[in-house]
Every structure is written in structure tokens, then in C-alpha cells.
């Protein structure tokens, strides 16, 4: 079973960065997957970013492209979302999401909101 702890979420002014962080444990290994999405009040969750450990290979939604960046801290399993030039807009819930046995064909066709394991989030206000 794995289990997903993130933070590093809070409350920053608009232009700041704030970095969160995912606790996957053992399950960050090169069969993963690993992304992260955010749901804000009233609407659906949105996929943000992906790491496919296999292939050390990262996608973007258009909406945060050059402005959120997912990495990997192998020694630590720690998976991390930086976020640079936060706006208002993004104020929101963040998840990190997990997906095992993660080929390069389902990173390719499926999104984060499909991945099977997720953390509890961690709040993200920016004012």
C-alpha cells in the first residue's frame, strides 16, 4: 500500500515561490510515476506535472509550464513541486499522486487524475 505525505504548502503574497514536498517512502523507484495536482474550491481536480522515474522524463499542464517544476530527490524519496511566481489563481489544494508499474506507454496516455494512490494535500493560498 503506498502512502503519500505531502507539505510544504502555506500561505505566500503574489510573485513568491513556495516548494512543496511528497513523502512516497520506497515507492519513488524507477517503476513509478509520480505528478501532482491541485483542485480549488468549486471545481475539479487539475493535473499539474509528472516525473516518469523510468524514464527520467517530466510533462507539464499549459497552465504552469515554465512556472512549476517536479523533481526527484532519490536519496530522500522525496518527490518535489517548486512553484515560482505564485498568483492568486493558484490557490489551492495540492495532491501528489503515485501510479506503480508506470510504462512509458501509460505515462504517455494517462493523466495524473488517473493515477491510483493519493496523499491527503496540502493548502496553497497566495494573496
Known amino acids: 500500500h503506498v502512502q503519500l505525505v505531502e507539505s510544504g504548502g502555506g500561505s505566500v503574497q503574489a510573485g513568491g515561490s513556495l516548494r512543496l514536498s511528497c513523502a512516497a517512502g520506497?515507492?519513488?523507484?524507477?517503476?513509478?510515476?509520480m505528478g501532482w495536482s491541485r483542485q480549488r474550491p468549486g471545481e475539479d481536480r487539475e493535473g499539474l506535472a509528472v516525473?516518469?522515474?523510468?524514464?527520467?522524463?517530466?510533462t507539464y499542464a499549459d497552465s504552469v509550464k515554465g512556472q512549476f517544476t517536479i523533481t526527484r530527490d532519490k536519496a530522500k524519496d522525496l518527490v518535489y513541486l517548486q512553484m515560482n511566481g505564485l498568483r492568486p489563481e493558484d490557490t489551492a489544494m495540492y495532491y501528489c499522486?503515485?501510479?506503480?508499474?508506470?510504462?512509458?506507454?501509460?505515462?504517455?496516455?494517462?493523466?495524473?487524475?488517473?493515477?491510483?494512490?493519493w496523499g491527503r494535500g496540502t493548502q496553497v493560498t497566495v494573496s
Open positions: 520506497r515507492y519513488t523507484y524507477k517503476r513509478n510515476c
Open positions: 516525473l516518469w522515474i523510468g524514464g527520467a522524463t517530466t
Open positions: 499522486a503515485a501510479e506503480t508499474d508506470c510504462s512509458e506507454g501509460f505515462f504517455i496516455s494517462h493523466s495524473v487524475s488517473e493515477y491510483k494512490y
